[in-house]
């Protein structure tokens, strides 16, 4: 096989068929991505889970968690000590968990750290996490483990920590007399959620100097050019853009921490145990990790539950099964999607650290009801302090830190995964839709000029039947056509090609490429610069002034975006060079999906999915053709509006609030997809600038950019 | 002449005779092992809290090797981790072999001669050749002649034709043959009883060419060697099926028991120990069924039969002579040994 710019490539046969098929191709492809991820779903297309790790022993011991008692008091303490004394803060007990916890013989240490919210008007928030050691007696501490709970204060709207952390409790004073311990446990109370956690994490591993960022979480390998950083700019937004969570020191400290687990029960009443896995940037905790807790979930007899899949229902027949795992698995998906861990151990898993939240839920819950919940017999301190016990004495016994099994898998049972082998190739699949588009374009532009040297070329055939003779003496033709020679016949068409080959800028290609980037960049920046205008000037909260900022921007970009590849050139756009630009971005767009998916398969899968049919679609518009063409081009424009990043969001709140709400009329639903949408946006500009959440990263600089090119792409029209 | 012909024609006899015997059966009386002394080598390959029940296998042989007799200054016992100490261990400086606790295996007359680190694949080889640098301790030497019969116990986590020392490195198959040959080459053994409790123990031994070794294994090629329980006060698997029914049979020999080493190569049938034990009898020149288990787990200890009675009533009365001025020392000797193998060991 020739090089892809080889003259006579374009007549080898498979480029002939790719040129035929390439739309029917790329469309079976996408469809059976679709189908292919579906399909993981059943039995077949996935595996049990198993234990690679040899040192967990898992369940080998019996239990011996007696802290029933000592929970409850703990807990009825705990209550009457929030009625009493802190009705109507959001401060944390913190003199009593000290007290507690001193009381159990643990080191307690309390921690301080402060916010300076990025995008109020130097708003400042400060919190305290309190937390015991409780040191291994027969060795150093080298190692450590991590029991941890939120505190929820009274008003807080989610459900109270409160069980929570009384089984903690309850389990130090179990754990404090023992002598097998071979590491440390941590006993950690956080205030505000997941920054007091980030806070903790980031302070006990000494990251004192910024808060990581989007660019500090890609590690040494890019540190961001003071040249480049739109924030060095404007003065405004300076001040914030430098640290916006400072974690403050921790006075205590104990090993490298091994794994880590939350809890987050609000009754011991519970009646089953949600296991949630997700993380920042939807990273996950090694498989074994789940694994272990869901088979000691089991045998302490808690029912648990992953997403849709839950330890005690029996699907009735293999269809309610697949079923159940693919929901299980869009849920999954979903979670990992917006890349905002949904508990405080998401936060761990950047340090290294494999951890898992158990989150204790019951009927009524707002999570939702599994069937027959009511039925399941309910658990009790006893039964969550002896699961926590066997999952803890599991991971002492760990030898090194968890490595064997999977880091990247989706669960669509609590039994059952999809390891990263078998969910890839869907997300390859529409990737190489893309990349078979380019080619195909490819291709035909290299072919373009030699449309009229194939009808020669059957003339030549026709010819070839009839004599020796004159099929050489085409040849001969062929010949002088290819290297330039203008003939008598083809001098016109020789030389309109010179003409455009001379117009085929790549330079402006390359301008225009390069500045859509570049806005996308500054988008990625913009939110902070919104928000102070918008405080400044009109008043407005910052999500409001974000939302809308973004809306404007958009709004601009799109408008202007299409004469933006005129840039630099005074004549019409050439059919080449739009194509080119085509080819480009499909590429890019591949690229950028595959690699986000390595890291976040379920973002890239989910870009990839929505993103794919705009590219598909998108192509070179031919000045000319009839009224259905040019419906045609009117639809694929509306396709690519649609599929905008901002569109995309907002038109998600609407449909997840109409299901939400179904009741109410369409002007309250739009209202409430949009202050949805808002908060979306707001949350994920904040997760991004505190916890270094990737989400608003790619979707501005990665998804915006290429947004932009095919918008360009659809809206420019070309002579042929 | 006459001379001469006197002297060779016991000698022609004898090798008549062997020649005979190696065709049909030995006689009774050479069949008797004449080993001159009893060594043991007890090796575990394997650390990490989670092959707890590998220094089990291997104290429990050492106690019962002990307890048949042979001397810990003729044991070399290697443990490659310290499961006592370990800070998981519930039950501090103890080892267990069975879910009811009722010996701890790491008692208080237990001399670990290779431990940690130490035991690696070049000690190991160094240990059975001999090639050890002068300044070695004498409890790390195995200090065998040809006299010596030696039972070797290797238990740890092994594959098809190795196995695995410290979870860095291993010996193979080959490796130990070699190791063999080169003891018989250097008269360092007279028999060798080579057991093996690890997965695809047989695979150890298909490569022995040294004569005078009789070899089992816990499992053969292809097969993985089981746990037999788990002690869950502990938390860990207690013991290897194969060496817990081998410490079963042991128990109930004694010192002077008749019973055989074909009883012994039957100890754990497959209905018990889930893989089929493997036996390798055509290096050993005798036959497994007449040969007294005592030979490898007791040992020799120097006795003269006498036929004729010694009256020790009749002792000679010694006259005291007051007058003998020089002061002769009263002579010290050694009092006869305690037969501590006949006290019931009720512990």
């Not at chain 1, 899968?605 to 009117?634: C, D, E, H, W, Y």
Request: glycine residues 6%; proline residues 5%.
């Amino acid at each position: 096989m020739g090089l892809l710019s080889d003259p006579e490539y374009g007549s080898a046969q498979w480029v002939r068929v790719l040129r035929k098929i390439h739309g029917l191709l790329s469309v079976l492809f996408y469809i059976g991505a679709i189908g292919w991820f579906v399909m993981l779903g059943n039995k077949t297309f996935n595996n049990e889970t198993y234990f690679s790790e040899n040192a967990l022993l898992p369940g080998l011991v019996t239990n011996e968690f007696n802290g029933e008692p000592a929970a409850k008091q703990f807990f009825n303490e705990f209550q009457e000590e929030l009625k009493d004394k802190y009705e109507d803060t959001d401060v944390m007990p913190v003199p009593w968990l000290v007290a507690k916890m001193s009381q159990l013989h643990l080191e307690v240490y309390t921690h301080n750290f402060t916010l300076n919210y990025p995008l109020g008007e130097g708003r400042v928030y400060t919190g305290t996490n309190v937390y015991g050691i409780l040191r291994a007696p027969r060795t150093s501490s080298l190692e450590a483990l991590v029991v941890s709970a939120p505190y929820r204060p009274p008003s807080s709207h989610q459900k109270s920590t409160a069980a929570g952390i009384a089984l903690m409790l309850a389990f130090a004073q179990f754990a404090r007399p023992q002598k097998y311990w071979a590491k440390d446990i941590i006993f950690l109370v956080t205030e505000h959620e997941q920054l007091g956690m980030q806070a903790w994490l980031e302070a006990y591993h000494g990251i004192q100097s910024d808060a990581e960022t989007f660019y500090t979480s890609l590690g040494s390998f890019w540190k961001p050019n003071p040249f480049l950083d739109l924030s060095t700019f404007g003065t405004l937004t300076k001040a914030d853009h430098e640290k916006c969570l400072n974690p403050g020191r921790l006075k205590g400290r104990s090993g490298s921490i091994q794994a880590a687990i939350n809890l987050e029960f609000d009754v011991p009443k519970i009646k089953y145990v949600e296991v949630k896995i997700e993380g920042l940037n939807g990273q996950l905790p090694n498989l074994d990790l789940v694994n272990l807790v869901h088979k000691l979930c089991v045998k302490s007899g808690v029912h648990h539950s992953y997403k849709n899949s839950y330890s005690w229902v029996r699907s009735r027949n293999k269809y309610d099964e697949w079923w159940n795992s693919v929901s299980t698995m869009l849920g999954m998906v979903t979670t990992q999607l917006a890349g905002v861990p949904n508990g405080n151990h998401g936060l761990f898993h950047r340090f290294g650290i494999e951890a898992v939240t158990l989150e204790g839920r019951g009927p009524g819950d707002p999570a939702g009801d599994p069937p027959q919940v009511n039925a399941l017999t309910s658990a009790n301190f006893y039964r969550l302090g002896a699961a926590l016990e066997t999952v803890l004495r599991s991971l002492n016994n760990l030898l090194e830190r968890f490595h064997q099994s999977y880091f990247f898998y989706l669960l669509p049972q609590t039994g059952r995964f999809v390891s990263i082998g078998q969910y890839m190739p869907s997300l390859c699949l529409i990737s190489a839709a893309m990349l078979i588009k380019s080619l195909a374009l490819w291709v035909s532009l290299q072919k373009e000029d030699k449309t009229n040297k194939n009808e020669k070329s059957k003339k030549g055939d026709k010819s070839k039947v009839s004599g020796d003779d004159s099929s050489t003496e085409v040849e001969e033709k062929d010949k002088a056509a290819a290297s330039k020679v203008p003939g008598a016949k083809k001098s016109k068409g020789v030389a309109q090609r010179k003409k455009s080959e001379e117009t085929l800028s790549v330079v402006n290609v390359g301008l225009n490429y390069f500045l859509v980037h570049l806005l996308g960049y500054a988008v990625m920046n913009s939110p902070l610069l919104f928000s102070q205008i918008g405080s400044k000037y009109y008043n407005l909260p910052s999500e409001v002034s974000v939302y809308y900022g973004l809306a404007i921007t958009s709004a601009v970009l799109t408008l202007l975006s299409p004469f933006m590849m005129r840039v630099l050139r005074s004549g019409p756009m050439h059919y080449e060079e739009v194509a080119l630009v085509n080819i480009l971005v499909l590429i890019e767009l591949a690229t950028i999906c595959l690699s986000v998916g390595m890291h976040n398969f379920s973002l890239g899968f989910v870009m990839a999915t929505l993103l794919a049919p705009v590219a598909l679609v998108s192509g070179v518009n031919v000045r000319g053709g009839g009224k259905i063409r040019s419906i045609l081009v009117q639809f694929k424009r509306l396709l690519c509006i649609i599929s905008h990043p901002l569109c995309l969001v907002t038109l998600g709140m609407i449909i997840y609030s109409k299901i939400l709400f179904p009741e109410e009329s369409n002007m309250h639903i739009i209202g409430r997809g949009r202050d949805a949408a808002m908060q979306a946006i707001m949350y994920s500009v904040v997760d991004s600038l505190i916890y270094g959440n990737w989400l608003f990263n790619v979707a501005t600089s990665l998804v915006l950019p290429t947004w932009i090119i095919f918008w360009q792409i659809n809206c420019s029209s070309v002579d042929k | 002449m006459f001379i001469s012909m006197h002297t060779w024609f016991p000698i022609f006899i004898v090798i008549l005779n062997s020649l005979y015997c190696t065709a049909i059966e030995i006689p009774k009386k050479f069949q008797n092992s004449n080993h001159t002394n009893n060594w043991a080598v007890l090796v575990d390959t394997s650390r990490f809290w989670f092959n707890y029940r590998h220094v089990a296998n291997v104290l429990s042989i050492y106690r019962s090797v002990k307890r048949l007799g042979i001397p810990d200054s003729q044991i070399i016992l290697m443990i490659s981790d310290d499961m006592a100490c370990n800070p998981r261990n519930p039950r501090p400086a103890t080892i267990f072999n069975n879910a009811h606790e009722q010996i701890n295996v790491y008692g208080d007359d237990v001399e670990v001669d290779y431990r940690g680190y130490e035991v690696s694949v070049e000690n190991f080889v160094r240990l059975l050749t001999g090639r050890l640098s002068p300044d070695t301790p004498r409890s790390k030497r195995l200090l065998t002649d040809e006299g010596s019969n030696i039972l070797i116990y290797l238990t740890g986590h092994g594959g098809d034709g190795f196995l695995k020392f410290q979870d860095s490195e291993e010996v193979t198959s080959q490796e130990l043959a070699d190791a063999l040959e080169q003891m018989w080459q250097k008269r360092r053994y007279n028999e060798i009883f080579f057991i093996i409790d690890t997965c695809q123990a047989s695979s150890m031994y298909e490569k022995f060419y040294s004569p005078n070794i009789l070899a089992t294994a816990s499992s053969l090629v292809g097969e993985d060697s089981l746990s037999h329980h788990v002690d869950s006060a502990i938390g860990v698997y207690i013991i290897d099926r194969y060496t817990y029914y081998v410490l079963e049979f042991l128990e109930n020999v004694h010192p002077n028991s008749q019973r055989t080493m074909t009883e012994f190569l039957a100890v754990c049938p497959k209905s018990a120990c889930l893989s089929t034990v493997g036996v390798r009898r055509d290096l050993f020149n005798r036959d497994p069924s007449k040969v007294p288990i005592t030979d490898f787990f007791g040992s020799v200890r120097p006795v003269q039969v006498t036929t004729n009675p010694i009256n020790i009533l009749d002792t000679p009365q010694r006259k005291r002579k007051n007058e003998n001025k020089t002061k002769v020392q009263e002579k010290m000797g050694y009092l006869p040994q305690f037969p501590v193998h006949l006290v019931p060991n009720d512990k």
